[in-house]
Each structure stands twice: as structure tokens, then as C-alpha cells.
């Protein structure tokens, strides 16, 4: 037995490694919806280790030798067209033109978080809200304690905004045993953090304004909202527009970064709906059948119009962020020589002492305080989506600052004082991963009940699942009253079913507290006998044998024709000439009908689906997988019920 809540409560075997090899793979309903959200988190923590690797990679160059470090970095680069252009060095291009590209990707992340994430409950923002606000708040206020009156008190904004990248990556090391609600969590704090700091960038760290070029940056991102308004969906217009808004904003002397933002929460994010993919398989049809170029065009835009624009982009951008831009910034911003001298002032100093603990202490104690707060004031009915033990885990993560505070302290120092400053960013990272493994370990060494408790907390999660389970109406397998309740969107023809059923016997037989429920979803745009066999179930359920009929249909996926369906019947032993006219007459199409209208309603276009105590699984569904997400909910469950 796992040592932990979000663990299958049973011993992997040679059975159980195969399955979970077999079924280790995406399904075709897991590449849509909110799957930007793994998606994203693994991107981020496979970038912190490549930002990791270009940040000592910038330490090695200019200790050894930091004259080629810093004229490569000064190199001016212009781009004129007759008498106007721009014209910067390269570490300024980097900042400010690429880091432009990292923001609009934090931007569609926001965006997607409001239309399809937690924060898809508007009340729900007030948690993360406050506790991102929280956090920034007492680091800012830490680093004034040290530097309050003082010219270095500029420096405040480098102690406020997490570095998402070593944040995600810091917790899918030492916190993977943690729930995935954790990382969400996570996730909309940190947007709330860069969405915050880039406003302080924009604002606090502009030295002066000229007004003509800031007009002519906002005419030219309102030309961006009418297009976005009217539907015109060509990128190379948005790109041409968003260029002439970034160089506004350079001129006008606002950080230009953030036209990013404001051009990433354009995007809406909504789930691919079947009435879209049903269309694309019509598309596809009709070029199997006449492959000529203006079909496979019309395939092309029908395919990509399926899936939001924001899950496009981020797919688009979000490696090459999270691979490409941010490392090349930490290369050009964290070069530093390193020697006792420098340490021995840095250590001594108000500048690195503020930032140090601003990040260590202050995050911690601003996003646990904040949480709290709302949790107090609300009287409950906000609470946050883990437990305590999980959120002071993120608060100890969040103190791992990196790249907006190398952003922010370039704009505010330079020189020694740079140099202080960098020191205190890296050091607060270290403290903030060795506070963090210590806070985890202490939690994993809790009794059970109570480590439990402190994880998964006792809020309600979203409910993804539109219309709750009916034993009057649902065909349900298990004891009816137990904690678990698996609902599952299937389709009689479609071989991932196929593949799923013998998991989910597995399941059933590892878990006696699990309730099992077959709901129809026949995608008959592509599985064109799916509806004949969902109404011949319906027809045996009529005489008692919905679940012999269910396990006969997935056995045999390659004979489903009415004489086959026939055979089936006589096999069970049904009344074979009430079974023919039941399905004749579609008896069942209007209990199907339901299934499909809840199944849309639900965000479901694909199969197989499963949701667990009525929110969405995602991911594969192996053994291990399913069995990890049953505990997790029976835990919660008992959490609730206690």
C-alpha cells in the first residue's frame, strides 16, 4: 500500500506493468479540452531544466571569460525601414522583443484558465486572486523592511513574480506524489503573479512616457479587438498589428513585453464539439473519395476550426517559450563573476538580504495567509482546491523567483547593485527547493488520516459531469450507495472501448466501494454500426440483460450487423422476436438520445470518457491510472462525508 493518498492502493505485478504499458498512450478524446493543461505543465517542467542548463551555462561564460560574454550581449542590432526603425543590443532585444512571445503564452494560459479551468466558477478567482496578490504583497513588503527610505527600495518589483518554469519543475520533482489539483493550484497563482508583475513593469519601471507613440499603440491594438470581433482569423494580420503595437509601446517608453499579455487573452479556449468533428469527418470523407487540393484545404480549415485558436497557439508557442526564448534570456541576463569578494558584499547587503527572504519567507506566508483569509471570510464556502499541508507547499515553491526577477532587476539596477541582485534571486532559489523538500517530507511522514487531510483538503472540486447518476434511468454495476462513481461515455464500435473494458473489470474487481456506469455516446460519423448496437442494448435492458448485452457487444466490435446483433440475443437467451421489434421500432433511441445531449452538455466528443465521482479523468486509462484517481476520490469522499 502506497505511502501516499493519490497512490493505487495495490501491489504492481507483471499483469498489471503490461496493462499499463498497453494503455500507456493518449486516447482520442485526451487531445482536446483541457489537455493544454498537461500539456503545458510538462513543457514547463521539462524547460526548468534546460533554463537550469543555459543559467549555468551563462555562469561558466563570463567566469571564464566575461569580456566576450558581455560584447556579445552588446551588440547593437537595428531594423530600419527608410528613416524609422528600432534599434537596440542584443541582451535588450532578448528582454524585450522574445520575452514578448513568453508573455503572450502566459496570457493564452490565462485565458484558457477562465474559459475552461477552475476559474470557469467566477467566484473562484478570489482565492488564487488574493493568495497571488498575498504572496507578492509581504515579499514587497520584506525587501522594503530592508531597503525602505533607501535608493535601492526601487528594487521592490524583483521580490514579487514566481518563475513558472522553476516552479512547475520544482514541484514535479519533490512534490509528484502530490495531486494534480496541486499543480492547477499552482498554475493560477502564477498567472495571477506574471499578470500582476507585468503591470508593475509597465507602470513602476517606465521611466518616461511620450504620449503620440502610447496613442498609436492602443489605435493599433483596438484595430486587434474589432478583427477579433468580426471573426478574421489570419495570423499574419494579428502579427503585423501586434508588431506595430510593440514598437509603439518601445517608443512611448512602456515596457513593450506587455502587448504580449494583452494579445494572448484574446484567444477563447472552448472544447472541440462533435457537431465540429462529425463536419471534419465528413470533410475527410469526400477526400478519401476525390483527393484533389481544394478538399484538402477545405479538410485542412474544417480540422484546425474544430479546436479553439488558443489551444493552436499554444501548441505553437509554448515549447518554443519554454525551450528556445526563456533559456536564451537566462543566458544573456544571469552571467555573473563570481568570487569571495562579490559574496562576501552581496551577503552583507540590503539588496540581497531583501530579495532572499522576500522570496524564502515572504511567499510562503503571503499566499498561506491570503488562502486562509478568503477561506475565513467567505465562512467557508471558499476554500482552496488541496489541503493546507499542499498549499504551504505551493507557497514555498512560489518562492522560487527567476526570470521576471532578472527582468525586473535590469530595469531597476545595474552594476554592483545588479550583481547583489542576481545574487539574492539565485539564492532565493535554492532556499525556496530546500524549503519546499522539507516541507514534503514532513508531510509524507504524517499518519495517514491526517497526511490525507492535509493533501487533498476538504473543498468540493468542480463538477465536470452534467447530469447525475440515476439508478432509475443509468446502468450502473457495484453496490449503488458506495463513495466512487465511475461514469463512462462509450461507444459499442470504437476500439478504445474495446481496450478499456478489461481495465475497468480489473478496476471493479480491485475496488469493491466503486460503482460502474455505461453511458451511449455512438459517434456514428465514424463507427457507423454504433447506434444499431447501443438501441440492441437498450433492447435487452428491456428484459433484464443490459450488461450481458454490454460485455457480448465489446467482445465481438467486428460483428455488429443486425443478424449478428440477432445471434447475440438468442445466445442470452432473450424473447428474440421482442428483442427484433424493439430494436425496429428504436425503442431505446430516445434513452441514447439523452446520453448523447448529456455527453455534449458535459464537454464530451469522444470516446472512451470517464468521469470519477463526477469529475473529468484525464490521461491514460491503465490500471494504475484509474486506480490513482478511484483513491484519490474515495479519500476526498470519506474526507466529506466525515
Known sequence: MSETPNVPGRDDDASGKAQAARFSGRTAWARNLQTPLRQFLQTETGGAAVLLIAAAAALAWVNIDASSYESLWHTKLAIRVSDAGVTLDLRDWVNLGLMTFFFFVVGLEARREWDLGELRQRRRFALPLVAGLGG?????????????????????????????????????????????????????????????????????????????????????????????????????????????????????????????????????????????????????????????????RSVGVTIRSATSINERLQQLYHPWTSYAIVPVFALANTGIVVNGGLLERAFSSRITLGIFLGYVLGKPVGIVGGSWLVTWLSGRRLRPPVGWAAVGGAGTIAGAGFTVALLVATLAFDGPRLEEAKVGIFSALLGASLLTWLLFRATARLPRPLRTLAVLGTAQPLVDLDRDVDPERDHVRGPMEAPVTVVEYGDFECPYCGRAEPVVRELLGDFGDVRYVWRHLPLSDVHPNAQLAAEAAEAAARQGAFWQMHDLLLGHQDALDPG???????????????????????????????????????????????????????????????????????????????
Do not use: C
Open 564 to 642: 449478428d446483433l440477432m445471434g447475440y440475443a438468442e445466445q442470452l437467451g432473450l424473447d428474440a422476436e421482442r428483442f427484433s421489434n424493439d430494436v425496429r421500432e428504436h425503442e431505446g433511441a430516445a434513452q441514447i438520445a439523452e446520453d448523447v445531449d448529456s455527453a455534449d452538455v458535459s464537454g464530451v466528443s469522444g470516446t472512451p470518457t470517464f468521469f470519477i465521482n463526477g469529475q473529468r479523468h484525464y490521461g491514460a486509462y491503465d490500471i494504475d491510472t484509474l486506480s490513482k484517481a478511484v483513491v484519490t476520490a474515495g479519500a476526498r469522499a470519506t474526507i466529506t462525508a466525515s
Open 136 to 296: 507578492m504583497a509581504v515579499a514587497i513588503s520584506i525587501y522594503l523592511l530592508f531597503n525602505g527610505g533607501r535608493s535601492s527600495a526601487h528594487g521592490w518589483g524583483i521580490a514579487m513574480s514566481t518563475d513558472t518554469a522553476f516552479a512547475l519543475g520544482l514541484l514535479a520533482l519533490i512534490g509528484r506524489r502530490f495531486p494534480d489539483r496541486l499543480r492547477a493550484f499552482m498554475l493560477t497563482i502564477l498567472v495571477v503573479d506574471d499578470v500582476a508583475s507585468l503591470v508593475v513593469i509597465a507602470t513602476v519601471y517606465t521611466e518616461s512616457l511620450k504620449v503620440a507613440p502610447l496613442l498609436a499603440a492602443v489605435g493599433f491594438y483596438a484595430v486587434i479587438l474589432i478583427l477579433r470581433n468580426i471573426s478574421v482569423r489570419i495570423g499574419l494580420v494579428y502579427f503585423v498589428l501586434g508588431v506595430g503595437a510593440w514598437v509603439g509601446l518601445l517608443k512611448s517608453g512602456v515596457d513593450p513585453v506587455v502587448i504580449g499579455l494583452a494579445m494572448g487573452i484574446l484567444p477563447f479556449a472552448f472544447p472541440a464539439e462533435r457537431s465540429s468533428l462529425e463536419r471534419a469527418t465528413e470533410r475527410f470523407r469526400e477526400f478519401r473519395e476525390q483527393p484533389t487540393a481544394e478538399l484538402a
